[in-house]
């Protein structure tokens, strides 16, 4: 396997850091797209389980996260992530061909955005744990002064950290998290009312293109996003071609979780059904 390191030029100019993993005979392509307050070095297991089957996998840290430009965890509009993430498809698509696309959390909110705009770049659609609805415990003080801040303030950085513990049961990976410098602890009002406009929208009205498969992965002992409003997203999808895989005893990050490899192998006997993925021998 060959891995590898760029930038790529996002909206405004902005470098935005990326890493690819190539087996030597490529036979698939993945575009990995994070939760908030992640990076792309999180995903290492993932990517390499992945390219270890066949796939080229890209992952890029969004703006204002990890190793990429921009405020900590802020963006002006959350079209901006759609535009960021397009230019990463593009150049994923240049090397391999039409990639599947695999989002988690805020990861999965973007990343069904990105595909109910422009779903003729993928092939697929799988959504881990995504943000439709939040659970995050959020005050009704900070809830009626983000809007207000979001216009006088909209770069203030305010304390988000979100304990480890509560994604995943994994002790291994909790330590890990709990001394990572890229993890980000804070988030601006503009990207809270952005990102929950953003939530809100999916279970109202953004309407999921036809024909594009989707594969929907959720944890049934979510602490940060609402399983409930998830199935909700999922309904509200036209066509046949879905599924909806619900995992009781998993917390948030399913991909980090005891028993992962379960999740991925969901995710491959899905993607073999739909000729996206190599045979297994």
């Known amino acids: 396997m060959r891995e590898r390191s760029g930038t790529l030029s996002g909206l405004g100019g902005l470098k935005l850091y990326y890493r690819c993993w190539e087996p030597e005979h490529v036979q698939g392509n993945l575009v990995l797209v994070h939760g908030a307050g992640e990076h792309v070095g999180r995903y290492e297991h993932v990517a390499a389980w992945f390219a270890g089957r066949g796939f080229a996998v890209w992952a890029m840290d969004h703006r204002g996260h990890g190793r990429s430009e921009g405020t900590r965890m802020h963006v002006d509009r959350f079209s901006d992530y759609?535009?960021?993430?397009?230019?990463?498809?593009k150049l994923a698509a240049e090397a391999h061909g039409r990639p599947v696309m695999i989002g988690h959390s805020m990861g999965g909110l973007i990343a069904y955005r990105y595909a109910a705009a422009h779903p003729?770049?993928?092939?697929?659609l799988v959504l881990s744990s995504p943000w439709f609805l939040s659970r995050a415990k959020v005050s009704r003080l900070e809830q009626a002064l983000a809007p207000v801040l979001a216009v006088i303030a909209p770069r203030l950085q305010v304390k988000s950290g979100i304990?480890?513990?509560?994604?995943?049961?994994d002790a291994e990976r909790i330590a890990l998290d709990q001394k990572d410098p890229l993890r980000c602890q804070t988030a601006t009002p503009r990207w809270f009312v952005e990102c929950t406009r953003a939530a809100a929208e999916c279970r109202t009205r953004v309407a999921f293109p036809e024909g594009l498969p989707a594969l929907f992965l959720v944890a049934g002992t979510d602490h940060l996003v609402d399983p409930e409003a998830t199935r909700a997203v999922f309904d509200r999808i036209g066509h046949g071609d879905k599924r909806f895989k619900l995992y009781p005893e998993k917390y948030h990050e399913i991909f980090?979780?005891?028993?992962?490899?379960?999740?991925?192998?969901?995710?491959?006997?899905?993607?073999?059904?739909h000729g996206l993925a190599p045979q297994a021998d």
């Not at 759609?82 to 498809?89: I, N």
């Not at 003729?120 to 697929?124: H, K, W, Y």
């Not at 969901?266 to 073999?272: P, S, T, V």
């Open 256 to 273: 980090n979780d005891p028993g992962r490899e379960e999740v991925f192998a969901e995710i491959l006997d899905w993607l073999r059904a």
């Open 163 to 169: 304990p480890p513990e509560i994604c995943t049961r």
């Open 82 to 89: 759609l535009v960021d993430l397009a230019a990463f498809v």
């Open 120 to 124: 003729e770049t993928i092939s697929a």
